[in-house]
């Protein structure tokens, strides 16, 4: 199934290599050059999965992202020259659903992109549903979370990924099964990730009050089941 795909890319070259990919996955692709431009497209065209470019003019990717994930939940993936733990996690708690480090596999790119579509459908089809655990209330089909009746703005990982855990509260996801089930199979996902997006899930969560998100030391994650619970 083809989507719309917008890429902010400023380098020519590389922008149009990841064009000609993506179009031969039977996309359509919309190609800007500056951050000011990918707000705009993003908000004319909606497209259903934005490749977004660090290090661009006038707004760079990172500002790009903070302001798009603060108006949608559109799939963004960030591409960046930045190597560092800190830049990763800096992008995934603006909002990043997932991040390649150039120079990067035009074919490892496209998987990424049927990946993160593919998740993206599969949400969209799933019944409405709330989930609710301790003072945790989860909408899956409006995409809600909230913690004692205060809403918490997650990113669509950290949604995935506190929706896998609190649909079995208690069960044990190993970081094998957290990626198979929120990134998909065809991604180079490295566990460091899951443990990046579970940093910054705990953190919007828990304000510095451990209660909701276990690690469970060798094994994985699970979320506490309620007082009472078998565990």
Do not use: W
């Amino acid at each position: 199934m083809s989507a719309r795909i917008l890429v902010a890319e400023d380098d020519v070259k590389q922008a149009r290599l990841i064009r000609i990919y993506l179009e031969r996955e039977g996309n359509e692709v919309q190609v800007v050059a500056d951050g000011r431009s990918a707000i705009d497209r993003a908000r004319s065209s909606r497209p259903d999965l934005v490749v977004l470019d660090v290090m661009m003019p006038n707004v760079d990717g990172l500002d790009v992202c903070r302001v798009l994930r603060a108006e949608s939940q559109v799939p963004i993936l960030l591409l960046t020259a930045r190597t560092t733990e800190e830049d990763m996690l800096l992008g995934l708690d603006l909002g990043a659903d997932d991040y390649m480090t150039k120079p990067y596999s035009p074919r490892e790119l496209t998987a990424r992109v049927r990946a993160l579509l593919r998740r993206a459908r599969a949400l969209a089809r799933t019944e409405p549903t709330v989930l609710t655990v301790h003072d945790l209330r989860i909408d899956t089909a409006r995409y809600e979370v909230r913690v004692a009746g205060e809403p918490v703005a997650l990113t669509g990982k950290e949604f995935a990924i506190l929706t896998v855990l609190a649909g079995e509260p208690g069960r044990v996801f190993t970081r094998a099964q957290i990626i198979d089930r929120v990134f998909g199979f065809d991604q180079n996902v490295l566990e460091r990730t899951v443990d990046a997006h579970v940093m910054n899930l705990r953190r919007k969560l828990e304000r510095g009050r451990p209660r909701y998100v276990e690690t469970v030391y060798g094994r994985g994650y699970r979320l506490a089941p309620p007082s009472g619970a078998d565990r």
